[in-house]
């Protein structure tokens, strides 16, 4: 089955880039995604990449995937402290027959300082 | 455009009680997913919805965990009863399609606590 793998913590000051790895196990075509969870709240979609692209930019945010290794980063540029929050990587294979089941990493806590 | 609504918030419940949670999907939603988060891990899916149908359950404690959707819109999450490992957010989402490429949005969560 699939496996998702994140590290726990990062620490940045503000202004500076912020990196959150993640790595996955699935070998079929699959879409893969950044959530986002503040304090109290539901997950945000910021952004997906499928597995047959490198690299998706959406103003500060770049996915880069590298599929041999089967790892998925996420960038965030000018890192704010309203970027402080909880990261989600997941993915989510593309199968026959429908389901099309999320699964999610433990999350990367982020912590923005001044 | 209303998000997903989800209530109550908050409960707190002793084990083997029962307890019940709602969630109403974006309007025109046809796909409705109930997730579980236990705190410091990531939402695991319990139960998919594609109208009123089931599409899969696999992960669900059906010993204890129901959920049904009887008019393809909203939904209702029931543990009878209740145990200590229950505690968690329970968090819906809805979808415009099953596909990958259809955002899941999530509601606020409900957060469980069992004493």
């Known amino acids: 089955g699939e496996d998702v793998e994140q590290s726990l913590f990062l620490s940045v000051r503000e202004g500076d880039s912020s990196v959150i790895n993640c790595t996955y196990t699935d070998s079929s075509s699959t879409y893969l995604y950044w959530y986002k969870q503040e304090p109290g709240a539901g997950l945000q979609l910021l952004t997906y990449i499928f597995s047959n692209m490198d690299m998706k930019q959406d103003q500060r945010l770049t996915v880069l995937l590298n599929k041999k290794d089967k790892h998925l980063s996420l960038r965030i540029a000018d890192t704010q402290t309203g970027d402080s929050a909880i990261y989600f990587c997941a993915e989510r294979p593309i199968l026959t027959g429908g389901g099309n089941k999320l699964t999610f990493g433990t999350g990367t806590q982020l912590k923005v300082e001044l | 455009e209303a998000g997903v609504a989800q209530s109550p918030r908050y409960k707190i419940i002793e084990k083997r009680q029962s307890v019940a949670f709602w969630c109403n999907p974006i309007s025109g939603h046809a796909t409705l997913y109930w997730y579980q988060q236990i705190l410091g891990q990531g939402p695991k899916l319990l139960i998919q919805?594609?109208?009123?149908?089931?599409?899969?359950d696999s992960q669900l404690p059906k010993d204890r965990f129901s959920a049904e959707r009887l008019k393809g819109v909203d939904s209702t999450l029931k543990i009878q009863p209740a145990k200590l490992e229950d505690s968690a957010v329970y968090l819906c989402a809805s979808s415009a399609t099953p596909s990958g490429r259809d955002t899941q949005y999530f509601g606020p969560g409900t957060r469980l606590t069992v004493l």
């Open positions: 919805f594609q109208n009123n149908g089931v599409v899969d």
